[in-house]
Nanobody, 125 residues
Framework: EVQLVESGGGLVQAGGSLRLSCVAS????????IAWFRQAPGKEREAVGC????????MYSDSVKGRFTIFSDNAKNTVFLEMKSLKPEDTAVYSC??????????????????WGQGTQVTVSS
């Protein structure tokens, strides 16, 4: 059974930083993709970025490119979302999701079918 658990959310002032963690288990760390999504109240879920075992170069949405960084620590079964220069519009519930075995050409085209419970990020102005 695939399990994903996010942590690291909280309240931060605009311009601040947070690091979210996604501890994942139940699949092969040699064949996976993990994506971060966020959903703000009243808005649709938005893909933030992703990383895969086949291509360690993460992909990012335009709204976070240059501010957010995704990286993995396979020894810790963890994918991180490092968020800097946070803005009030980054306020949302952040969730990670997995696709394994990963067969898509790139992580932005993954079929993410296992999800964590999410962690709240609130950025005050």
């Amino acid at each position: 059974e695939v399990q994903l658990v996010e942590s690291g959310g909280g309240l931060v002032q605009a311009g601040g930083s947070l690091r979210l963690s996604c501890v994942a288990s139940g699949f092969s760390w040699d064949d996976y993709a993990i994506a971060w999504f966020r959903q703000a109240p009243g808005k649709e879920r938005e893909a933030v970025g992703c990383i895969s075992s086949s291509d360690k170069r993460p992909m990012y949405s335009d709204s976070v490119k240059g501010r957010f960084t995704i990286f993995s620590d396979n020894a810790k079964n963890t994918v991180f979302l490092e968020m800097k220069s946070l803005k009030p519009e980054d306020t949302a519930v952040y969730s990670c999701a997995s696709d394994s075995p990963f067969i898509s050409p790139k992580c932005s085209e993954g079929l993410y079918d296992s999800w964590g419970q999410g962690t709240q990020v609130t950025v005050s102005s």
